[in-house]
């Protein structure tokens, strides 16, 4: 029986879609964990003394390398919101936090305004990912940012809240149009919105921003285990990840640079 199941998972990989590609590995999960199913409901049942598909491996999508913005890109988005409007100060203020400081989107909503140490210039990030605390620097671009929004911007936005019924101050840094902490799908929205305003072509999300961010600073020589500790990762293994990106970008300048590349193309 496990010898069945492990052809019908070869089949499954070898087999095309209507369209003429292979099957996508959700589809193929899919049916295989439908079949694991069914197994595991024999084997409760008695109807079989083990269960065939225990030790069935189901296929993975191949790893791929994060998304990112290149400079310029970051420019165009970092100056998408309106310095005019109130929310657009805000989500200025926003995007650079989460550009210049590589925060989770979780990471970023739960910021209190008591996180700001303006003397020493970092920020606390409390219950990260596993429970872990840790405090990033933030830069004179990114503390600028952050002033003005909350002496020209967050105050008002909690007046104007205050206006529709009793509200108290959440004491949480980056608040919504209605006074309250942002909902992570809030800013995935806005980060969406911006993009297509600054014209790009990239999807881009907040973990975006994250993975902009390490990559640049390691594009600037940061030391790898420097960029760990700002994005919080436990384990190096995860910031690695980032090395092939940078890696991609050094071939892509290497080819577009080098005299010898250039030669070659001539």
């Not at 209190?112 to 840790?134: C, E, N, P």
């Amino acid at each position: 029986m496990p010898e069945v199941l492990e052809a019908f998972r070869k089949d499954l990989a070898e087999r095309t879609s209507r369209r003429g590609g292979m099957l996508a590995i959700r589809t193929q999960q899919m049916q295989l964990r439908a079949v694991a199913l069914f197994t595991r409901f024999l084997a409760a049942s008695g109807r079989v003394l083990v269960d065939p598909a225990r030790d069935l491996a189901l296929p993975r999508a191949p790893k791929t390398l994060p998304e990112v913005l290149t400079r310029r890109e970051i420019a165009r988005l970092l100056a998408a919101p309106s310095s005019r409007s109130l929310r657009g100060r805000r989500d200025r203020a926003l995007l650079g936090c989460l550009y210049e400081t590589g925060l989770r989107i979780s990471e970023a909503i739960r910021l209190a305004v008591a996180d700001i140490d303006w003397g020493a210039r970092t920020l606390a990030v409390r219950g990260g990912k596993g429970g872990q605390d840790r405090v990033v620097p933030i830069g004179p671009v990114l503390a600028a940012l952050l002033l003005r929004y909350l002496d020209e911007v967050r105050s008002r936005i909690l007046e104007r809240a205050a206006r529709k019924g009793p509200l108290a101050d959440p004491g949480t840094l980056f608040l919504s149009g209605r006074g309250r902490a942002f909902e992570a799908s809030t800013v995935q929205h806005l980060v969406g919105v911006h993009a297509r305003a600054a014209r790009l072509k990239k999807h881009v999300t907040p973990h975006t921003l994250r993975h902009t961010c390490a990559t640049h600073l390691l594009e600037s020589g940061a030391d790898l285990r420097i960029v760990q500790e700002l994005l919080g990762h436990r384990r190096l293994v995860s910031t690695e990840r980032y090395t092939r990106t940078t890696l991609a970008f050094l071939k892509k300048v290497h080819r577009n640079s080098h005299p010898r590349e250039r030669e070659a193309r001539s």
